[in-house]
Each structure stands twice: as C-alpha cells, then as structure tokens.
C-alpha cells in the first residue's frame, strides 16, 4: 500500500514538472507596444481667468442724493458718457448765488472807475478851492494885525482855518490816488472780484460734477448704487474694467516652469462654451514665485478679437503646446525602467523583445510628454518593447502586441489623466 502511494505522489510531481517545463518553454505573457516614429507634441495644461488690464472704482467727488443710474451691469461705455447723476437744485442755487456775489463785485469796481473818481476829482478840486481862500484869509488877516485893525487872535483863527483846508486837501488828493488804476481801493475791488469769479468757478464746477461721468472706454463690471440713496466722496458707485487688450492670467506650478517659454502658441477653451476655442500666446511669465501656492503668474494674450461670450474673471481651460518634433522615436512612458541622466542627458532602459525574451537595452530620452517619451538613441523603429511590469531581463515571453498611439491612456497607466486633472486645479 506505501508503495503505491509512492507511486502516486511520484507520478503527480513528474507530471507537474512537466507542466511547468512546457509553460517556461512557452514563456510569460506580457504586453508590448512597437516603436514607431512620428509626431510629437508635448502641453501643458493649466486654468486661467480672464482679466482686463485695468480695473477702477468710479465715485463721486461730493455728497449728495442720487437722481438716476444710467448704465446697468455688463453695459459698453463709452469716455464721457453720463453714469450717474445726483439731484443738481442745490447746486444750482449755489450757481446763483455765487454769480450774483461776482456781479455785485464787478459793478463795484466799474463804480470806482467812474462815478468814484469823478466824486473824489470834484472834492479835491473843492479842497483845493478852500485851501486857496483859507490862505488868502490868513494873508489879509496878516496885514490888519500888523495895521492894528485886530486883534492878534484873529490871526491865529486864519491859521486854523489853513491847516483844516490843507488836511482836507490831502485826504482829498488820497481819495484820488486810492482809485486811480494802480490805487488801493482798486486794487481791493479786483480782487474782491476775482474771488467773487472763483467761488462762481467753484460752484459751476461742483454743478458739473452732479454728473458722474465715464474716465475711459470701459464695460461696467460692478454696480452698488441705486436712485435715493446719499452718497459721499470715497464711496464706490460703479466697477469698470477699461478698454483694452484681454488678457488671461494663470498660475502654474513652478515645477512646470523649465517648458513655459513666451510667445509659446496655446488654444484656450471656456468649459461652458467646449465647442469655441480661440488662440492665445504667452505674453509675460512672471520673474518671482508665489511662496504660498508655489506657482508662476503666466498672461497670456489673445491672437483675434475676444469672443463675445468672455467675462471678467471667467475661468479658462489652457493648452500650451511647450515642445514639438515633427519626426521622432516614442515609446510610452510605461516602457521606460529605471530613468536617469548621464552627462546633462535623460537616460534609462527598456526591456526589447527578441526571439521570445526580453533583453534590457540603455536608452537616450528627449522631449517628454503626459504618457510617451522620445527615444533618441538606443532603439530602432519596428521594435517590440515591453510595458512596465514585474518581468527580469533574460525572461522568455509570450508577447500580446498593445494597439498605442502617443496621446492615449492605453499605455503608460492613466498618467494623462492624473496629471491633467493636477494641472486643471493649479489655477482655481
């Protein structure tokens, strides 16, 4: 009975050695890709949001009651254009008064300048007259004194009378000089007048400004204010972003930073209108980092006019094409073992399937992409190369040809897509 279980257990061993002696002569199945030559493109894609050059907040310059809103949000305006307009009655009765202050002014000085002048040259003459028959007075009063006719005390009463008509004189004489055009009374009544016109300037110019007026070409982004309402210097009223060139602006992973180049060719696309793409090119990469994100400021510039269906701070799928050969080698990235660099260059290995084994053959790399890898030296087109998988060098190998076309998910183990949904969420 032992001998036959023996027997038994001795036949099973040899039939499973044999077993395994056909399927090792038959080899491993594994996947393999061939390699062939062909274009390839290498992006980067990121988000990005659409920004004006420039945005600014219109206010008003006084305090005062809103009449009328005259744009709405999303409006076009243009420079000049009425925005908003405050309650003027106020204003106006400002105007007014300040005008009639300017023309009491000026009828006081035009005043001075004729009947003033004619009144102080009549009083001078008058006090010319007085002082001559004050002195004449005074000699005949010298002769009856010194004749004895009267008393010395009439003398003295001449003399006063003298010294009155020359103080009159005098005053007289200043009353004509003060509004002479070069005299002090004139000269206070100009500038009277000239503050009387700049306070009118003052109030015609507040007037003016009950008018809120656009400073540029502008579309009207924001608006926070609405007929009624008080509003004070300093207050925002209105959101504008200025005419100009639409720009996107992103920020990219610094990692990314070695591809970005400007003046690179992108294609940007709205996810709410996928079917209307539109070019762009890199305008500006910014000289310093973002510490906290850890990212670059990349503006871009549209290459047509912006499509109608562009908002302000709309956000925007980017596809920057960073490398291009228009004739090459490519395996995908799911081939390469073992990546390096020797000498400044990329290197690593690939395990090429010859005769049903796998041999391990060194690579040169170039340009590199989401899911492929341009193999500069080390291979030739038509070879079969293995995908990444637990499989040593020497093994023998039942290879299952893989259909692959750089730019799918087929090979490379859905990198693509990882990293794109990375660099989607860089600029939210």
Known sequence: MKHRWFWIIAVAALAMGLAYVAFSARGVPADVVQVRSGPLLRSLRFSARVATLSRVDVGSTITGRVAQVLVDEGAAVRRGQKLVRLEPEELRAAVA???????????????????????????????????????????????????????????????????????????????????????????QAQAQLALARAATQAARARLAQADILAPADARVLARHVEPGQIVQPGKALLGLALAGPTQLVAPVDERFLDQLQVGQAAIVVADAFPDRPFPARVLTIAPAIDAQRGAVEVKLALQQQAPAFLREDMTLSVDVATGRRERALV??????????????????????????????????????????????????????????????????????????????????????????????????
């Open 97 to 187: 008064q300040a005008a009639a202050a300017e023309r009491q002014a000026q009828a006081r000085l035009a005043g001075l300048r004729s009947t003033g002048r004619s009144a102080g040259t009549a009083a001078l003459q008058q006090a010319e007259a007085t002082l001559r028959a004050a002195q004449a007075e005074l000699a005949r009063q010298q002769q009856l004194v010194a004749q004895g006719f009267v008393s010395a005390s009439r003398l003295d009463e001449a003399r006063r009378a003298v010294e009155v008509a020359q103080a009159q004189q005098a005053s007289a004489r200043a009353q004509v000089q003060a509004i002479a055009d070069s005299g002090t009374d004139v000269a």
């Open 331 to 428: 395996v995908p990235l799911g081939a390469l073992r073992a990546p390096g660099a020797e000498g400044g260059a990329a290197t690593g290995s690939v395990l090429v399937v010859a005769d049903g084994v796998a041999h391990e053959r060194k690579v040169s790399l170039g340009l590199r992409t989401l899911d492929a890898v341009e193999v500069t030296q080390g291979l030739a087109a038509g070879e079969r190369v293995l995908l990444r998988g637990i499989l040593a060098p020497g093994q023998k190998v039942r290879p299952a040809e893989v259909a692959w076309t750089p730019g799918s998910d087929r090979a490379g183990g859905g990198g693509r897509d990882d990293m794109g949904s990375m660099l989607g969420n860089l600029g939210r």
